[in-house]
Every structure is written in structure tokens, then in C-alpha cells.
């Protein structure tokens, strides 16, 4: 189950980290699968399989470093573009995975949760994630959310029909429309903004991933493609965080040095 706070700290220390700086949501990119393998000579499919086990470690990691929420791109709205053989391969692999994994992940304490339009998965999936998050949501450790046909277009756009549809039901006014409002009726409004998003392989982009929550997150890129991320570079990137002096949008005094 969960460590002791203490636990937490120690190891947060032995990892070489500021326990009073960590961030609390950290988001990122998992890219390079296709990459990974093509330069070995093997099957895209070859890659997700590899990427899987390096998720795996990086969920474990988390949680060992006390982080309130990981979120995780694994499949955007725009990746049905691929090929056939590609996107079938890759809704086996999240089921497969999800099965192997559920019981490790209870017994870890860790909470499971989804964020996209699961309405269009596969049904055997969709019912895996939710039957997930159902017997995972009142664990205490890590939040483990994984973005599975995902889009940040289509999370504003999702938001503003379910804000449109109360408007017109009478329950809601044009005047109550603000951030706060929009930001409620997001897939997972209870979750902090990621304070850091990763992304692996080397793209400077965002990929339509969480484009209203990271108004303000710290960007960390790594050339590292995702099936070889491990958790010395996710503790290098959070490393790097502990090291940024963050705004939001006011004047803060740097020490010159
Ligand atoms: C990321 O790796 C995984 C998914 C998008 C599902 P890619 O498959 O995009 O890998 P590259 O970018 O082609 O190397
Ligand atoms: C973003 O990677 C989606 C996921 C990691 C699931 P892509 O590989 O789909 O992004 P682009 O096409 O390079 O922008
Ligand atoms: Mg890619």
C-alpha cells in the first residue's frame, strides 16, 4: 500500500531530489515507440509492447516518489489515422495490459482513471478502464490517469456542449461562464494542472495533449525515446523542474548567478 510520509520523503532524498520542491502532477508524451523499433529493424508494434514495460516502471516510480497524479498520453483522437493493423494492435496491447495489471496496481494503492472519449473504444476496453477506476477510486496512493483517445480540442469542445446543453436546460447563464466553470466541466476537473509535462523523442510540440491544463506547466523534452525512458530520466526531469523559477505571469526576483 501506500508509504508512510516519511517513507516517501526518504526516498525522495536518496533520489537526490528537494522533497519541498517535487511536483504534484507530472503529464507526458510517451513518443518514439514507432521510432524505437523502426531503427532496430522491428514492427512499430514491437515498440508499444517495449513502451508498455517502460510505463510500467515509471507508474512504480511515481508512486515510490509520493506524486499526487501521473497522466499519460497513450492515444490521441488523431491516432486512428494510422493503419489498421497499428491502432488494433495498440487497443489489444492497452487491454492486455490493463488486465495483467490490475491487481498489482490494487495491491500498489494506486487509482486508475481515464481522460478522453471512451464512448468510441472498443467495448471490451472501455468496460476494462471503467471497472479500473471502480475498483481502484478509493485507494490512497498515486492518481494513474491514462489519456486514451484523447484530444484537447475535443475536451474544450466536449466542455462547452455540456455547459451549452445547462444553458439551455435553465440551470446555467451566459454571466456564469468563466474559467472556473470551464475548467469544471474538463474530464478530470478534481486534478491539479500538471506543474511538469514530458515529452520523449524530441518533438517540439504539444500534440493537441492537455492544451487547457498546461496553460502554465513546465516543458521538458528529452531526445530519449520512450521505450528507453526509465526512471533516472524521470528523476533528471523533475530535477531539472526543481531548478525552473515559475511565474504566472508576475515579476519574481532571480538570484543572478
Ligand atoms: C507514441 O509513439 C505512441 C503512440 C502515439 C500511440 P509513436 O508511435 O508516435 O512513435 P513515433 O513518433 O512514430 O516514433
Ligand atoms: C502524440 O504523439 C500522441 C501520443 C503520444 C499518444 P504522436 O506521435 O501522435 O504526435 P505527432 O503526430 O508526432 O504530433
Ligand atoms: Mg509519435
Known amino acids: 500500500m501506500e508509504c508512510a ?15 519541498a520542491k517535487m511536483p504534484a502532477h507530472v503529464a507526458i508524451i510517451m513518443d518514439g515507440n514507432g521510432r524505437w523499433a523502426t531503427s532496430r529493424g522491428k514492427n512499430r508494434l514491437l515498440g508499444h509492447t517495449q513502451g508498455y514495460h517502460t510505463l510500467k516502471q515509471i507508474v512504480y516510480e511515481s508512486n515510490r516518489l509520493g506524486l499526487s497524479c501521473l497522466t499519460v498520453y497513450a492515444f490521441s483522437t488523431e491516432n486512428w489515422r494510422r493503419s489498421g493493423d497499428e491502432v ?29 472519449r471512451l ?40 466542455a ?11 440551470k446555467l447563464t451566459e454571466n456564469d461562464v468563466n474559467e472556473d466553470l470551464i475548467h469544471a466541466h474538463l474530464y ?27 496553460a502554465y506547466s513546465e ?6 525515446c520512450w521505450p528507453d525512458f526509465d526512471p533516472d530520466t524521470l528523476v533528471l526531469a523533475i530535477s531539472d523542474f526543481q531548478r525552473r523559477t515559475r511565474k504566472f505571469g508576475t515579476v519574481v526576483e532571480e538570484a543572478l548567478s
Open 219 to 224: 516543458i521538458y523534452v528529452t531526445p530519449v
Open 160 to 170: 462547452v456542449t455540456a455547459i451549452c446543453r445547462k444553458v439551455a436546460e435553465g
Open 5 to 19: 510520509a516519511g517513507d516517501v520523503t526518504a526516498y525522495i532524498t536518496s533520489r537526490g531530489l528537494d522533497p
Open 188 to 214: 478530470s476537473p478534481d486534478l491539479p494542472d500538471p506543474d511538469l509535462l514530458i515529452r520523449t523523442a524530441g518533438e517540439l510540440r504539444l500534440s493537441n495533449f492537455l492544451l487547457w491544463e498546461t
Open 119 to 158: 464512448a468510441e473504444l472498443p467495448q471490451d476496453l472501455r468496460e476494462e478502464l471503467q471497472a479500473a477506476h471502480h475498483r481502484t477510486q478509493h485507494l490512497p496512493g498515486l492518481i494513474f490517469n491514462l489519456a486514451i483517445n484523447y484530444g484537447g480540442r475535443a475536451e474544450v469542445v466536449d
Open 88 to 116: 488494433g494492435g495498440l487497443m489489444t496491447l492497452m487491454l492486455e495490459a490493463m488486465r495483467a495489471e490490475i491487481e498489482e496496481l490494487i495491491q500498489t494503492g494506486i487509482r486508475v482513471r481515464v481522460s478522453g
